[in-house]
């Protein structure tokens, strides 16, 4: 198993499952970051739960940040051409 303790962790999309892993990696020491490309207008909840929890996030597009990372988990509902 791969220690994640400090260790950035991006998560790509946002929805039930993103949310779900990135307050997973914040519990288990990682630093999590949120990448999706729906606006923050639709996804309103997801927003206030990210901000809630203190973890950084960006949407409207993935800029290179989510490169800047030791892992990446790709939420179920992301298709796999991104």
Do not use: C, W
């Amino acid at each position: 198993m791969m220690e994640i303790k400090g260790k950035k962790i991006s998560v790509i999309g946002a929805a039930r499952s993103g949310i779900g892993a990135a307050k997973l990696v914040k519990e288990l020491g990682g630093i999590p970051f949120v990448s999706d490309l729906s606006s923050k207008e639709k996804i309103y909840d997801a927003v206030n739960q990210l901000e809630i929890e203190k973890i950084n996030f960006e949407f409207g597009g993935h800029s290179d940040r989510v490169y800047e990372s030791a892992l990446m988990i790709v939420s179920p509902g992301v298709p796999t051409i991104h």
